[in-house]
């Protein structure tokens, strides 16, 4: 995964015909400043307006994704963004002078070179995750198609394809790490069945279709008179069709393309949720429809999400200091928590305000300042540790200990002038004196810190026995 945003270095421009309006189109990537996003530009229109991609502008996804904004229309371009996410470019601009991407050979490779030839460069602005903290799952009935997203530190993508043919069934792909798209994924094409091809061709679509272009699978027996009409309608000498049932004897370039093209195109439209994102998102037979309607999801579930602690820090504490220390055992310079703002019978929020006169300071990057992480989880404990010994009438006479720290993530660096804010809440109710948390620290709307904590209440008469 990438720590910083990334753009490009220089302009590069890819020249092509739409699938289906045959007409010649030009596209021009150009770099673009941090936050600026994914965005295309009409430069054919007059005022050259330019349209977000993202998942509230799609319009239709019957031949491609296709999204407009304000009248402004911009279609097929689901490989193009696919190309752009694969690369872990977060910035761009792309400009083109028709509604339609250039079709190229029906794959990510050129889009992916263009890109490369225009050199991969970092920003000075750090990367922002969407991290899912649980499962998210999109169901089509009628298209048998399911998308769930679980959580993941990394950004991986499962595709499973069954179209229910002898030509072609069940197939999967997937991909652990986004920077295997250009060796894995990139170079996949689409595919279409013959009957959906003569429906194209019957209808004025696909002017700019090509049988190199695309695999073709034959799903039925073709009389010479019908491959001799295939080759009059995309200008070649003759159409064959090899054993497996693939048009004009094109070679796959992997023996499960079709999957691995099903896994661009989901890389390409959940690049219209608009921020990369931390996940595993399993695909059970995509198509543009569902997993524009993923993104839209996700984009809702990201807009519902907390933003950060929702706690009024100017508010009278449940504990200040004084009382903490009543009922921790610990003493500065290793009395980590100033306050108690909220505890209930599950939850309980803690507040550490970092300062420069921190002792720790002294000799942890003293000319760059850095809360250690140790210390961090420590003072995510102490918190636990108020939440534990407030459940018994005497907390004076107990103590905890800790029995197990587990998926310890340390996301943001924590600095002189912070203030972290523990929520922890149970994983499981109280037994025996074990308490088990999951913690989570914040600063402003950042989570800088997780974990999960085990611990052990025991009265003070029994550690001395």
């Not at 696919?82 to 339609?100: C, H, Q």
């Not at 072609?168 to 792909?173: K, P």
């Not at 636990?384 to 107990?398: K, M, Q, R, T």
């Amino acid at each position: 995964m990438f720590d910083k945003q990334r753009t490009i270095q220089e302009p590069v421009t890819i020249k092509g015909s739409g699938l289906h309006t045959g007409k010649q189109v030009t596209l021009t990537f150009k770099p673009a400043p941090a936050d600026h996003g994914i965005k295309f530009c009409r430069v054919d229109l007059e005022g050259k307006p330019m349209v977000d991609a993202i998942a509230d502008y799609v319009v239709d996804t019957s031949r491609g994704t296709t999204i407009e904004f304000q009248g402004v229309r911009l279609g097929t371009i689901e490989h193009v963004l696919a190309s752009v996410a694969g690369l872990g470019i977060d910035n761009i601009l792309v400009e083109v002078d028709n509604e339609e991407m250039p079709i190229m050979d029906g794959s990510a490779r050129f889009f992916v070179a263009a890109l490369d030839a225009a050199g991969i460069i970092e920003l000075d602005a750090p990367r922002d995750y969407f991290e899912f903290r649980s499962t998210l799952t999109l169901t089509d009935g009628l298209r048998k198609s399911e998308m769930v997203l679980v959580p993941d530190d990394n950004f991986r993508l499962s595709v499973m394809i069954d179209f229910e043919t002898r030509i072609l069934g069940t197939q999967y792909a997937s991909i652990a790490d986004i920077e295997d798209f250009r060796k894995d994924i990139a170079d996949c094409r689409t595919f279409v069945f013959l009957h959906e091809l003569e429906f194209l061709i019957n209808n004025n679509l696909i002017k700019g279709g090509d049988v190199s272009n695309a695999i073709v699978f034959v799903d039925r027996l073709l009389t010479e008179t019908e491959l001799d009409s295939l080759a009059k309608h995309f200008n070649k000498p003759k159409i064959t069709v090899l054993k497996e049932g693939i048009l004009n004897n094109l070679e796959l370039r992997f023996h499960n393309e079709p999957a691995r093209h099903k896994l661009l195109d989901v890389i390409g439209d959940l690049a219209l949720v608009g921020m990369p994102l931390k996940g595993h998102i399993i695909a059970t037979r995509p198509g543009h429809l569902v997993n524009t309607n993923f993104a839209k999801l996700i984009r809702e579930h990201i807009k519902n999400a907390p933003k950060g602690p929702n706690i009024d820090l100017t508010k009278k504490p449940v504990y200040d200091i004084n009382d903490i220390k009543k009922i921790l055992p610990h003493r500065p310079p290793f009395l980590l928590i100033d306050k108690i703002m909220e505890i209930s019978d599950k939850q309980v929020t803690g507040v550490k305000n970092v300062t420069m006169n921190e002792a720790f300071f002294v000799g942890h990057f003293p000319d760059e300042p850095v809360m250690p992480g140790v210390l961090q989880i420590e003072a995510m404990a102490q918190t636990g540790g108020i939440f534990a010994l407030h459940s018994v009438p005497d907390p004076e006479n107990y103590i905890t200990y800790f029995l197990k720290i587990e998926s310890v993530k340390f996301r943001q660096k924590v600095v002189p002038g912070d203030t972290l804010v523990f929520i922890l809440e149970m994983i499981s109710p109280i037994r025996r004196g074990i308490c088990h948390m999951r913690g989570i620290a914040w600063v402003g709307n950042k989570i800088v810190t997780e974990a999960e904590l085990m611990a052990q209440i025991v009265r003070k008469k029994e550690i001395a026995k």
